[in-house]
């Protein structure tokens, strides 16, 4: 510009047309409606909400094409115009944020359908929003949201200070902001809430006057019908600020700093350690799980438990150690961690005790076939055949807990071998009785008794078999018998007192049974 105000043709046409668009932005006024002490400045002019609210954040020290309305200490402002409405709020700084910085962020976030974040550089994209000043202005309008509005939709427009918006570059701001929005829900888990459940993104390039009314268009259309949607009356803009800056105060989510954007993140790293290391802790456990309902024990249980309990706690504290040093996140560390150990530690008492379960049904099972294998007639030799069984049995079984002890969470073998120990003594005592000692006693008993004599010459042998009842006096209270064999020939001799029993008087036709009843039985071999 020259002395008497006229473009000099030499400027670069798109530069002329840039300036002339900030300098008629710059001049339009702004009425502030919160200051730098963040209260809110009466009277607020009489504007409807009926055609949608949208608001323009500016970063502070970034030239701007967009309106911006500022005024002297403003922190919220409102730029009237015919057409539109618009309300500008001033963006976060990598300083330390004031509460009028944060009620300012909040209220925009809660009062607006549309809201435009603009100068995002090209410095910005390379560092990453993660950690820039955009990712503290993003951080308090996604913590209003999240805190106090979960029902209605909003547009969120972000303005890149660049030529061309690619689609890689759309994917990489996209997944960043996500993060972010991501990083504050852990804030409050309670609640399962997507970015895309409450915004709709688009990613537009701001670098001229004509990109600016494109873009400032687009949103007037876009408020009035997400307006029309939300149904909110015709209420007013003074009534709408009034109601939200009192909801936000005492609701206290503006008292949260908004700290360096490293706590969005640390938030989000502890959360994806912690899925990340649960989700090898359940892998591991599940392939462990499957050997021992097989019945069998995981070879070096204890030294491997001890292991993955080092590996996966040790990982998480490196994952989300840049979060260590930040106040906020601290505590959610710990409880991330604290969940993460219960989870490991449970799964792992679960499994030494039901491998112990196992190595027991599994030392009985071979201790018991053992004694069935040794089982003689001879007392002496099986008492001291038992004797060594039960400590082979012993020392197996202890061997076996050697393996399968974790110190760190205080399993150890000492309670179970002594159980064992007295499991053993009990099988022992109860081992003659039990059916398996009795069916090999009866099969021995049978092999001995069918054995048949090999065929010699012809024989003709000869037995005698006495059979005889004695039957004194009473009412069957008394009976018993009594064999011999010898040879060939053998006796049998009974005793029942069963003479004056009604029943037996009845079966002999009323008259008393003979007192010795006796029945010889000749038995004849004879062998061709």
Request: net charge negative; proline share 3%; hydrophobic share 40%.
């Amino acid at each position: 510009l020259d002395s008497s105000g006229k473009i000099q043709q030499t400027m670069n046409l798109r530069l002329a047309a840039t300036l002339l668009f900030s300098l008629f932005a710059a001049s339009e006024a702004g009425t502030t409606l919160l200051d730098s002490s963040g209260k809110i400045q009466h009277p607020i002019p009489r504007v409807s909400t009926s055609s949608g609210i949208v608001s323009i954040i500016n970063s502070p020290g970034t030239p701007s094409i967009l309106p911006d309305g500022d005024t002297d200490g403003s922190y919220l402002s409102l730029l009237e115009d015919e057409a539109r409405p618009l309300l500008c709020c001033r963006g976060s700084t990598m300083n330390t944020s004031s509460a009028a910085e944060r009620l300012s962020l909040c209220t925009t976030s809660l009062v607006s359908n549309v809201v435009i974040v603009d100068g995002i550089t090209d410095g910005d994209l390379e560092r990453g929003l993660r950690d820039s000043r955009h990712c503290r202005t993003l951080t308090a309008l996604f913590r209003a949201r999240h805190f106090l509005d979960r029902e209605s939709r909003q547009t969120l427009f972000v303005g890149l200070s660049i030529d061309e918006v690619t689609e890689d570059t759309t994917k990489k701001v996209t997944e960043e902001i996500d993060d972010i929005f991501r990083a504050v829900a852990e804030e409050n888990p309670g609640e399962n809430i997507s970015f895309t459940d409450l915004y709709d993104l688009k990613i537009v390039a701001i670098q001229s006057p004509g990109n600016a009314e494109e873009v400032l268009s687009e949103a007037t259309k876009t408020a009035k019908s997400l307006a029309a949607d939300n149904d909110t009356g015709d209420l007013l803009l003074a009534t709408l600020i009034s109601e939200t800056y009192s909801k936000i105060q005492n609701s206290g989510v503006s008292t949260q700093a908004l700290d360096s954007p490293a706590v969005a993140q640390g938030f989000l790293s502890c959360r994806e350690a912690y899925a990340k290391h649960a989700k090898a802790v359940r892998a591991k456990i599940a392939s462990w799980k499957a050997r021992i309902s097989r019945g069998l024990v995981v070879d070096g249980f204890g030294e491997q438990a001890e292991a993955l309990l080092k590996r996966v706690l040790g990982g998480l504290d490196a994952d989300t150690l840049a979060a260590s040093g930040l106040s906020i996140v601290s505590g959610y560390r710990l409880e991330v961690r604290t969940q993460l150990q219960a989870l490991l530690e449970s799964s792992l008492e679960e499994l030494f005790d039901d491998q112990v379960a196992n190595l027991e049904k599994s030392t009985l099972k071979k201790f018991s076939r053992q004694l069935l294998n040794q089982q003689t007639s001879k007392m002496e030799s099986s008492v001291d055949e038992n004797a060594a069984a039960t400590r082979n049995a012993a020392f197996a079984f202890e061997s076996g807990m050697d393996s399968l002890e974790i110190p760190s969470l205080g399993l150890i073998k000492d309670k179970y071998v002594r159980e064992m120990s007295a499991k053993l003594s009990e099988t022992l005592a109860k081992f003659p009785d039990s059916p398996e000692s009795k069916l090999k006693q009866l099969a021995a008993i049978k092999s001995t008794t069918s054995k048949e004599r090999k065929p010699t010459e012809r024989s003709v042998d000869l037995g005698l078999d006495l059979v005889a009842m004695i039957r004194p006096d009473g009412f069957g209270s008394l009976q018993g018998y009594a064999g011999y064999q010898m040879g060939g020939s053998s006796i049998t001799v009974g005793i029942q007192n069963d003479a004056d029993d009604p029943q037996v008087l009845a079966q002999m036709g009323g008259v008393r049974p003979p007192l010795i009843r006796v029945q010889p039985k000749l038995r004849v071999d004879v062998e061709l």
